[in-house]
């Protein structure tokens, strides 16, 4: 999988995906992930990527130009087309079944908006999908990009090595996930539970799927109703 990043602080990214999943899954070449710098597709001195608004009003708004040069060029080197996607909080809000989507396609372009945004002409007419990482606002796409990163690379086929781990994870089933435990036994008084210490692996299956279903029960009933399952939104 090829993911383009479009930025204009394409320093941001330069340890954070040497480790964990991204760096596995790069390391074998299962993804390749480019960063893209905006301003290598301005066409003035300054390197000019924004400009004020329309209308008027605080702040800067991402100008369309370079955004499309980059996008296109993108293209052009790979032969064919790109998947591009806009990270703002205007977006489809990114959940697992998202994540599952995006990591089946062969390339990925995101594109990080910063200051108010990108000029509506790039939504309108490059942006194949907008994504929001959440009901908050962030000083810019970056930070989402590298979430969407991070969750589509652990799924991609051969990265974990145990294919069977990440489909038990949280959201996989629509669920939340079972609590974990590990040595020692006994830390300060609090024991692991009896049940996971028995060796009874049918016994101890049964329990995690109480205890994920109690858990989502408790804190997301939302993902326990009829067709509002993880699997079925996005
Ligand atoms: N004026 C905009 C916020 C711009 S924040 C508004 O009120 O909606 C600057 C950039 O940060 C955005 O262009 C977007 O790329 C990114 N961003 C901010 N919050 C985000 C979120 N929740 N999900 C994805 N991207 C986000």
Redesign the pocket.
């Known amino acids: 999988m090829q993911i383009n990043i479009i930025t204009i602080f394409p320093d941001l990214f330069d340890r954070v995906l040497d480790f964990g999943m991204i760096q596995q899954a790069r390391k074998k070449d299962l993804m390749q992930v480019e960063i893209v710098d905006l301003r290598d597709f301005t066409e003035d001195k300054r390197r000019t990527v924004d400009d004020r608004p329309y209308g008027g009003g605080d702040?800067m708004v991402?100008k369309p130009e370079p955004i499309f040069l980059a996008v296109e060029s993108l293209k052009e080197k790979a032969g064919e087309p790109q998947h591009v996607v806009?990270?703002?909080?205007?977006?489809k809000l990114?959940n697992q079944s998202l994540a599952n989507r995006l990591s089946l396609r062969k390339n990925l372009t995101l594109?990080?908006?910063?200051?108010?945004?990108?000029d509506q002409r790039v939504t309108d007419h490059l942006v194949d999908e907008e994504?929001?990482?959440?009901?908050?606002?962030?000083?810019?796409?970056e930070?989402?990009a590298l979430v969407v990163v991070d969750a589509v690379s652990r799924l991609i086929p051969g990265v974990v090595a145990k294919g069977a781990s990440v489909l038990q994870e949280s959201f996989m089933d629509g669920l939340l996930d079972y609590p974990h435990y590990t040595r020692p036994p006994d830390f300060r008084g609090w024991q692991v539970p009896e049940v996971l210490l028995s060796g009874d692996h049918a016994e101890i299956e049964r329990w995690r799927e109480r205890q994920a279903l109690e858990l989502t029960r408790e804190r997301r009933p939302d993902l326990l109703k009829p067709g509002k399952n993880a699997k079925d939104r996005d």
Do not use: H, M, N
Request: hydrophobic content about 40%.
């Open positions: 702040g991402l806009l990270l703002t909080p205007q977006g990114f594109i990080c908006g910063r200051y108010e945004g990108v994504v929001s990482i959440g009901d908050f606002v962030l000083s810019g796409g930070y989402a």
